[in-house]
């Protein structure tokens, strides 16, 4: 492996990135190449570290998503590069983005099943956004009856977020189980129970010191 | 309802349930809503949007247990059953349509409330059938999603943190690619054009050998032009007796098939060939 | 002018570059800065310079257009990087395979002579595919009336089918027993073996499209 075919390698692959615009992956990289003179993957792999090592200090940087490798913008730049653009970048709703938390985290998962979690209907807006912006796809349908679509993530859906897996989503915050909360209730029962019932004799005093609000109460109706 | 992606646009969704922290909570006829009032009031046009902060009766629940300073498994039921029964009597008396998860939601609080005000039976049912556990486990587990939800809007994303390298193409060449081929693909092919033609029974084309064909290939090509070329230098000493062999037999080939000339001018005399079709 | 300034400049000159993916004025590239940051046009022509020599031995180059700067692939990789463009290749048919099979085996072979073998005409388009893609030559004429050009293989024919010499093919011998070819290009054939079969039977049909010419057949040896 001598340095000038891998410096004639890495000029090619910046140059293939660079006119794809999107990420290509080592086989499309390789498919490049004729049958006579094609690297091999390891040697590639090798390549790529270069092209990696290359952006050093640039103002953009190789980035391995789902898809691929491609060449994009760091977000240092973002603030300058931001203004070529007239319009501001896209803002998610809340309930678009915990939609998508859902599929992300939950997949495969129905729309009745993040309906569950999240307390309100999904709107159909919603579904048809993720569809069309490709995050998301159906990928099958549970056996129950309805027949109901299963969603999952795509790969653009990580390519979109800097991510090669799901794994490198951000863990989701521990939750006690069921029978651990069943106990802390049980618990807390005992003193709410007995307090409780002093309040129900002495309504007026209700509330905990804290809540100050209390007083105000009738302006509401 | 309050789950349209396009919303009013006037109407700035709190991201946090903290509110009262940065930012105004909503936009209420131009100006800011800071934070909801402790006092509970709200003006009648605000509810609508204050209500519409929210992504659902678990969100709304989630702020007034955070706005208490409690914690979810250290809910103080009677007070937040009572903060939420107010806010939905609001909301219905000033005849806005409310989500039907909203009332369930109430109905679910009142139960639980009840439930606790009753002594507590011996054979009480298993926890999963407690509403109160279930609650919490609900609120816990959208909490989560709620967290999660917000993570993935930090994660660094194209087209606001990144953005997709690409350069303008160079003049390039207009070529066709060529197909792959196998070279069993080509041996099956001639299998089938020699059975169609029968060519086995050809004792001519059993019997020569492709190198000889090649070469009668090669001398042809040597011999392009209307000259004659001396016979031995159609030989290379290089390739041996075999060498030797092939070519002399690619001359009397190429003679018998009338595709060269063979010339001697005298006895002895240097043998020429040349093409027979040289042009 | 401080280095680190102007390798700063320089990394959002080639983010936006990049990002934009079309040229950018210099008036455009001033347009990033705020007010009171706004590098002068002299600075960022200079700028442009280092960009320019940061792209020495790289896949692309800066180039000035009428409308400003771009980045371009460089011309030299446009042979690797065209392949992305490409259209898959389609396969040869049958008729082509059958020509060239005969140049490879009964060289030096005229049109008409291969035309008498296969018992139809051989379209020039197939000629010339052979031709353009080096895997045949005219190795000189026949010398009878119309002076038909003869072919012959290449050295790149060779080279295809990792061939040292055409000694290393089968002899046409053994062609007729290569049954056990190999059997997945039994089935990718199965169509064409079928229709070759009904050409078999029905000599006139035969060839994709050829114009049969069945009346030369006896002439052959």
């Known amino acids: ?221 | 309802m309050m789950e349209d992606a396009a919303s009013n646009p006037t109407i700035d969704a709190p991201e946090d349930d903290a509110p009262a922290g940065v930012g105004p909570l909503a936009m209420v006829s131009g100006k800011p809503l800071v934070e909801v009032p402790k006092d509970l009031y709200i003006p009648p046009d605000a509810l609508a949007v204050f209500l519409e902060a929210f992504e659902g009766p678990l969100d709304l629940l989630l702020y007034l247990i955070r706005r208490q300073n409690m914690d979810i498994l250290d809910i103080d039921v009677s007070e937040i059953t009572r903060q939420y029964m107010d806010y939905i009597g609001a909301i219905e008396a000033m005849r806005f349509e409310l989500a039907a998860e909203y009332l369930v939601m109430a109905a679910t609080l009142a139960e639980i409330k009840s439930r606790m005000l009753l002594p507590r039976q011996e054979s009480e049912d298993d926890e999963e059938h407690d509403p109160r556990a279930e609650l919490i486990r609900r609120l816990q587990q959208y909490e989560r999603f709620k967290k999660a939800a917000e993570d993935i809007d930090e994660m660094p994303r194209l087209d606001r943190d990144n953005f997709v390298g690409s350069a303008a193409l160079p003049k390039m060449p207009a070529s066709q690619p060529h197909p792959d081929v196998d070279l069993r693909e080509m041996l099956l092919a001639l299998q089938g054009v020699l059975k169609r033609a029968d060519l086995f029974t050809s004792h001519h084309v059993e019997k020569e050998k492709l190198s000889t064909r090649e070469r009668m290939s090669s001398i042809l090509q040597a011999l392009s032009g209307d000259r004659f070329v001396s016979f031995e230098s159609l030989f290379t000493p290089e390739e041996g007796r075999l060498g030797v062999v092939v070519t002399f037999l690619a001359t009397l080939e190429l003679v018998k098939e009338q595709l060269i000339e063979v010339v001697q001018s005298d006895v002895f005399a240097p043998i020429h060939i040349r093409s027979r079709a040289a042009d």
Chains 1, 3 share one sequence.
């Open chain 1, 1 to 221: 492996m001598n340095e000038e075919r891998i410096r004639h390698l890495q000029a090619i692959v910046e140059a293939a990135l660079l006119a794809a615009g999107k990420p290509l992956s080592l086989d499309q990289l390789q498919e490049l190449f004729d049958d006579n003179d094609r690297p091999a993957r390891q040697l590639l792999e090798h390549v790529m570290v270069q092209v990696e090592a290359a952006c050093e200090g640039r103002g953009f940087e190789l980035k391995k998503v789902a898809s691929g490798y491609r060449l994009q913008v760091r977000e240092d730049y973002a603030k300058w590069v931001s203004r070529l653009f007239e319009e501001k970048p896209q803002r998610y709703s809340r309930a678009l983005l915990e939609t998508l938390a859902l599929i992300a985290y939950r997949q495969p998962i129905t729309r009745g099943e993040i309906e569950e979690i999240r307390g309100v209907t999904v709107s159909s807006n919603i579904v048809r956004t993720l569809l069309e912006r490709e995050w998301v796809r159906v990928v099958g349908h549970r056996d129950v009856p309805g027949r109901p679509a299963m969603y999952a993530t795509t790969r653009q859906f990580l390519d979109y977020f800097n991510l090669t897996s799901l794994d490198q989503l951000p863990p989701l915050s521990e939750v006690r189980d069921l029978e651990d909360i069943g106990r802390e209730i049980e618990k807390n029962m005992q003193g709410e129970i007995a307090f409780s019932e002093s309040v129900e004799t002495q309504p007026d005093a209700a509330g905990e010191g804290d809540t100050p609000s209390q007083d105000s109460q009738q302006t509401l109706h």
